[in-house]
């Protein structure tokens, strides 16, 4: 093997053993999602939808788990309303352009969203403002709410009724584990809402 070779594998097994340990950390998240997803189980069995917003990597996340939902995770069903703010590119430079960056989610929330609806919000840090503005507009509109987010002051981030926070700092572990529990919770609802096979 090369120097750069054994260099490169070194890092690797590093990178493996930091994860792992982030990880088994993240277990306690497992009753936040549990609720998250009683909730989100509620809202579609009342026809409700499931919201998802977030920015750079985590609007590419919001797009993936809202395509799990409408499209399928694992199983033939129903399809399943879900919905990432992140994937209309027209509104989101519309509300941009005349309200300011800091509106593009909520101005979104504020026009669909409906009492009973599910809000996931993803951000590593907690503190992006579109997403704090988006939540606060979820929870006048009556929704649920909720945050993916990674290991920042509890006391800084935004009042939800579910938070989803990794303990750690390292913004891809963060973004590996939402995906994680995202995709947790998308095979929970696929089980448990949608009618399987003969539903399709």
């Known amino acids: ?38 909730d989100c189980r509620r809202a579609l069995a009342t026809g409700g939808q499931i919201l998802f917003c977030g920015n750079g990597g985590s609007a590419s ?3 993936h788990l809202a395509a799990e939902l409408v499209g399928r995770y694992a199983t033939e069903r129903r399809a399943l309303a879900g ?17 300011g960056y800091d509106a593009v989610f909520a101005r979104q929330v504020e026009a669909a969203a409906r009492r009973g609806d599910v809000l ?10 579109n997403i704090r503005r988006a939540l606060e507009a979820g929870r006048k509109a009556g929704c649920v709410t909720a945050l993916f987010t990674g290991g920042a002051d509890p006391a800084t981030l935004p ?42």
């Open 1 to 38: 093997m090369t120097p750069e070779g054994r260099r490169d594998r070194a890092r690797l097994q590093a990178a493996l053993r930091s994860r792992g340990e982030i990880w088994i950390a993240a277990e306690a998240c497992l009753p936040a999602v549990v609720g998250l997803a009683a």
């Open 61 to 63: 996340q919001a797009d």
């Open 83 to 99: 919905r990432a703010l992140s994937d209309a590119g027209a509104t989101l430079t519309a509300i941009g352009n005349d309200y």
């Open 120 to 129: 996931i919000a993803l951000s590593t840090s907690g503190r992006s403002p």
């Open 159 to 200: 009042p939800v009724d579910h938070l989803i926070a990794i303990p750690s700092t390292d913004t891809p572990a963060v973004q590996e584990l939402h995906l994680f529990f995202g995709h947790l919770l998308c095979e929970i609802l696929e089980a448990d809402v949608g009618g399987g096979s003969e539903d399709a």
